[in-house]
Each structure stands twice: as C-alpha cells, then as structure tokens.
T-cell receptor, first 112, second 113 residues
Framework: ELKVEQNPLFLSMQEGKNYTIYCNYS?????LYWYRQDPGKSLESLFV?????AVKQEGRLMASLDTKARLSTLHITAAVHDLSATYFC????????????FGKGTHLIIQP | DAGVIQSPRHEVTEMGQEVTLRCKPI?????LFWYRQTMMRGLELLIY????????DSGMPEDRFSAKMPNASFSTLKIQPSEPRDSAVYFC???????????FGDGTRLSIL
C-alpha cells in the first residue's frame, strides 16, 4: 500500500521566518505533486516534480525532490501571512496509474 | 478557460436517499478523478477514468457507490442509499497527461442527516 507522510502536520510561524515541510513516500514513483488548499476552498496546484533532483520555485516557495530518499521538501522563505493555508503533497502510483495518494496535509499559520 | 465544474455545491439530504454528484471536466482533458475529503481520512481517491473508461475503482467504499462517464464532458458519482458516514466534500479533478497537474473543481459539500 502506498503511503505518503507529511511533517509537521501543524505549523505556526512568524512572518519573515524560514521553514521546511517534509514529505516522505513509500513507492518508487518519481512524480510528486504539491497542492495548496485555503479553508473551505478547492485545491490549487503549486508544483509538479518529475525527476530526481528536480527543484522548482515560485515566489517564496521552493520544492525539491530526492527520489532515492523518497523525500520531497517544500521550503518557505521569509514567510508572509498570505501563505497561511494547508499544503498537501501527493504521489501517483506510477506505471501508468494516475490516481494520487495524498499526505494528511500541513496546516500552516503565519502570524504577523 | 472554464475550470472543472461540479454540481451541486452543497447537498443536504436524509439517510437512505439517492445522491447524484455531477462533474464537467476541462475540455480536452482525458483523465477524470473523483476524490473524497474528510477530517478523519483526509483526501482519498475513489475512482478515475481515462478516455471515459474506468481504470481504477479500488477506492470506492462499497457497492452503494457508483460512477459513470458517458462522454468526455460529463461524469456522475452516485450514492444509493446514502448514509451519514458518507458526509464529506467530494472533489472532481481532471488532467491531460501523466505528470501534469490535476485541476480540481470547487467540490460538493455533502451532508447526510
């Protein structure tokens, strides 16, 4: 059974600080997805990482993938309040199967 | 471009009633997914279709759940009979190719009393 584990599950931090969310997965798939969800809203795609060593950046968010360690990280630089949300990582089963298995999400609160 | 469109946005019904959720994927996308989100179990894949054909329905909880995709622009998820434990937010998503992000609809918030 494919498992995706995120940590931490809850994170409260101050504006201006840096922090990293970790995502471990149990399959050999090399496709890793990061999504953002605001309360009561849908999921918004942030990044798709498709190969070992992939790194993508958008604004204050940077995601990386290490397929050998089965680990992805989402790094937040100089956090701002608008980044408060729940962040999910997800993995597909690979081998042509597209359905995603999600982690439990990291609920991030950034305080002014 | 219009995103994934789901209806209804909210549904409140009594236990035992039939519930039908609807989804229109993004035009040109050939894969469609149904997910369920609850506090206890998080986001779970229920079923997905590729080119209108069901590929993996192993996440469908039980025989009370069924899903169809009669054409490339429409899918339904039906629950009959509904039970209180089916209360959740049901998301539909679509994508074009493997390795491209899945685009999610706004979800249907379902409450079974």
């Amino acid at each position: 059974e494919l498992k995706v584990e995120q940590n931490p599950l809850f994170l409260s931090m101050q504006e201006g600080k840096n922090y990293t969310i970790y995502c471990n997965y149990s399959t050999t798939s090399d496709r890793l997805y990061w999504y953002r969800q605001d309360p009561g809203k849908s999921l918004e795609s942030l990044f798709v990482l498709l190969s070992n060593g992939a790194v993508k950046q958008e604004g204050r968010l940077m995601a990386s993938l290490d397929t050998k360690a089965r680990l992805s990280t989402l790094h937040i630089t100089a956090a701002v309040h608008d980044l408060s949300a729940t962040y999910f990582c997800a993995v597909d089963k690979g081998g042509g199967a597209d359905g995603l298995t999600f982690g439990k999400g990291t609920h991030l609160i950034i305080q002014p | 471009d219009a995103g994934v469109i789901q209806s209804p946005r909210h549904e409140v019904t009594e236990m035992g009633q039939e519930v039908t959720l609807r989804c229109k994927p993004i035009s040109g996308h050939n894969s469609l997914f149904w997910y369920r989100q609850t506090m206890m179990r998080g986001l779970e894949l229920l079923i997905y279709f590729n080119n209108n054909v069901p590929i993996d329905d192993s996440g469908m909880p039980e025989d009370r759940f069924s899903a169809k995709m009669p054409n490339a622009s429409f899918s339904t998820l039906k629950i009959q009979p509904s039970e209180p434990r089916d209360s959740a937010v049901y998301f539909c998503a679509s994508s074009y190719l493997q390795g491209l992000p899945q685009h999610f609809g706004d979800g249907t918030r379902l409450s079974i009393l």
